[in-house]
């Protein structure tokens, strides 16, 4: 009964950041990078804002297509403005990733963009659909010639993004991984209990 006891709590200490990752609010912080791709040099923020999970691309297109731009739920902007964020995925010369699309960005750091600018991968390393916990890097904005990007200037600077687990003390609390792991191991625990009785 002890190992069974030792086991679950170990899964429910392993479950508890995945589950807490995949339902918690998050907070999204774009940097500007300058002409540092490596971002190794001065940072400002270009804009952040927060939503209520984990911000994913859409389907993957067929090959040499990208998709039409998926609106980010944003529930609340904490530097910067803008009247539309969505994020498009492409499949374009053997390489599939996500494709940020804002337009009217006032950014927090006052660089001026045009009505509809970009961030997307610069390098092949950035490439991705899924913006959990984490920092990327290789990432570069453009400004856009139509609304779904599909003419693009060149490369102007490259970003950096931070997406991490939003707490905000006014709305309630992210439950902390070890607080929910022993919720998970406690149901555990009662559900053995009660399977002993019976």
């Given at each position: 009964?002890?190992?069974?006891?030792?086991?679950?709590?170990?899964?429910?200490?392993?479950?508890?950041?995945?589950?807490?990752?995949?339902?918690?609010?998050?907070?999204?912080?774009?940097?500007?990078?300058?002409?540092?791709?490596?971002?190794?040099?001065?940072?400002?923020?270009?804009?952040?804002?927060t939503t209520s999970g984990v911000m994913q691309a859409p389907a993957v297109p067929p090959a040499g297509t990208w998709t039409q731009a998926e609106s980010v739920d944003v529930t609340g902007k904490l530097a910067g403005d803008w009247d539309a964020l969505g994020i498009a995925t492409f499949n374009t010369n053997n390489a599939i990733g996500g494709m940020f699309i804002v337009n009217n960005l006032d950014?927090?750091?006052?660089?001026?963009?045009?009505p509809v600018m970009a961030i997307g991968a610069a390098v092949r390393s950035a490439l991705r659909l899924d913006w959990g916990?984490?920092?990327?890097?290789?990432?570069?904005?453009?400004?856009?010639?139509n609304l779904d990007c599909s003419r693009q200037t060149t490369i102007r600077g490259?970003?950096?993004?931070?997406?991490?687990?939003?707490?905000?003390?006014?709305?309630?609390?992210?439950?902390?991984?070890?607080?929910?792991?022993?919720?998970?191991?406690?149901?555990?625990?009662?559900?053995?209990?009660?399977?002993?009785r019976a």
């Open positions: 009964m002890k190992r069974i006891h030792t086991a679950l709590i170990a899964l429910a200490a392993a479950l508890a950041p995945l589950a807490a990752a995949q339902a918690a609010p998050m907070r999204y912080t774009f940097y500007d990078c300058g002409a540092a791709i490596d971002c190794s040099g001065d940072q400002s923020v270009l804009m952040q804002f950014a927090a750091n006052d660089r001026e963009f045009g916990v984490g920092s990327y890097l290789g990432l570069g904005y453009v400004n856009c010639y490259y970003a950096k993004l931070m997406a991490e687990i939003w707490t905000d003390d006014s709305t309630g609390t992210v439950p902390e991984p070890g607080a929910l792991g022993l919720a998970l191991a406690a149901l555990g625990l009662g559900a053995l209990a009660r399977k002993r």
